[in-house]
Every structure is written in C-alpha cells, then in structure tokens.
C-alpha cells in the first residue's frame, strides 16, 4: 500500500498508475475508521482494478463552533485497517496542502444542500463540496463511494458531478450499524456510556416508523411524526435538530405518505449531534 502526502507526489504514482489500470475507484473519509467507512473500501476494491481512499479531515466543512479540533484522529490505526483491505493508496494531505494561505475558491450546490443539515450547519456543503471538488481533479477516479448515512451529502454531490460535468460514477451504500442498531459512525467515541445507552433511540425510532407504515399500514405523516417527536425526547440526554418527512429525491418535505419516504433525524446526545435516517417505501392502498 502506498501512502501520500503530497499532492505532487500524489498525482505523478496515479498518473503512472492510470496507465496499467483500468478503473480507479475512490473513497473519501475523514479517518477514524470503523465498519461503515471500511464497507465502502471492500465495495470500491471488488469493484475497480485501483483503489484510493482519502483521509483528511476537512476544515472547510465544519463551523466555527463545531469540533473540527477535537475531531477523532487515528492515522496509524486506519493505515493498518486498509492495508488489510488491500486498498493501493492512502491520500492523506495536511491541511495546508489542499488549502494555501491565500487559498480563496469555493463550490457552493445551492437547492438540495440548503435542506435538513444545510440549515443547521451553516456552509458545511459548500466545504464538502469544494474538498471533493479538489479531491475529482486531482484523482480523476471512475467511481466514488458514499454511505447513505450521510444521505443529503449523497445527494449533493450527485448534483455536483451531474451539474460540473464530472465523467464519476457516484455509488451510494446501505448504512451500517452496530450490533444494537447505532449506526456507525467517528463521533460516537465522544458519548458517555449513558449517552451511548441512549443514542440507540434514533435507530429505534426509524424502526418504529417502519413497522407503522410497512406492518400496520398507518399513514398519519403528522401523527408518525408526533411518535418520533415523543420517543426521541423520553431520552433525558437527547434534543431534536431536525426530524424531517421528505421526499427522497428532492429533499421536499412530504405532507401526505406517497409510498417513498425519507425519515431524516439530527438529535444532540450530550453534545454530540449524530444523524440517521431510512428510507420507507410501501405501496399506500387507494
Ligand atoms: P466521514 O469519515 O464521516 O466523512 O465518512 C466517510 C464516508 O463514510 C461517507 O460517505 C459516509 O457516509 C460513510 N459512512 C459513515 N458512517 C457510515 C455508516 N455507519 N455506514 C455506511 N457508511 C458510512
């Protein structure tokens, strides 16, 4: 396994590279791997003849008040996860490679990243957008790969390659989750064991909803939303961002089920926000 810093170095192994191997496929991470980052790398090394995994935590994408300094970071710990999974190159830039000091130029998706998590994180898509935009030019992958975890961010980017020409392929993977149905992800290692106890209460509210719509064949998008509402704030140490119904595609918020639904969820447990969400398709009877 090869691993760069330098985007110089970088570019002249992958140009080298691009030669011999037919389809480079990419996954972009932030680090700190666990099962969800690590189903993307085995989906991208069965699928493509090169495999590329970035880690770099973006300092365009979080707030001013948000945790990008305390973010978790674990670079030989990842190294020795992805060596397992025979990834060939680990990108792993400072910040100060990919933004100089005059650095001044900024991708923004308007529309669908102004939705759910765009109106509580303030230019954190335009941050995605911009490092990935820079992470295109400078891979050139065929494939990129995201979990629907971040399902919004999904979105956007598939916007951003449809509307910037990108010749990608944007892959999108079920979200993966611990053994009690916390979806996976770097920020739960800031939980409290009592914070984590709780967390698992996103999980079992989108379940719930599930089993409202699919077994019991109720509808009630107002009533569901009141159950979520309910369920989620039972849990002492957990407070609601968003909790949103909408139409998968467009982000739109549903007011009548239509038999493909997108249940969204932002809650702080502690001081950690965590998101979740499922996506509910049932054929509603006329
Ligand atoms: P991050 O390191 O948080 O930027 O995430 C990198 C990629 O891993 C993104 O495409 C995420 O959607 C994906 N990811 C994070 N957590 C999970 C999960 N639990 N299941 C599947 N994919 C995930």
Known sequence: MIIKKNIHDFREYIEKARGQFKKIGFVPTMGSLHEGHLSLVKKAVWENDLVVVSIFVNPTQF???????????DIKGDIEQLEELDTDIVFCP???EMYSADYNTYVQVNGIAEKLCGRSRSGHFQGVATVLTKFFNIIHPDKV?????DYQQLLVVKKLVEDLNFSI???GLPIVREADGLAFSSRNKYLSKEGRNQAVVLYHTLMKIKKNVCEKKFYNLFKLKEMVVEMITSKPLAEIDYVEFVDPDTL???PVFNGNL???LA?????TRLIDNIIIRDYKPI
């Open 169 to 171: 392929e944007i892959i």
């Open 267 to 271: 809650v702080y447990i502690e001081e």
């Open 252 to 254: 739109d918020e549903v």
């Open 145 to 149: 790969y995201f979990g629907n975890k």
């Open 63 to 73: 707030g001013p008040e948000e945790d990008f300094d305390r973010y978790p970071r």
């Open 94 to 96: 400072d910040s100060s």
């Open 262 to 264: 997108l249940v969204a």
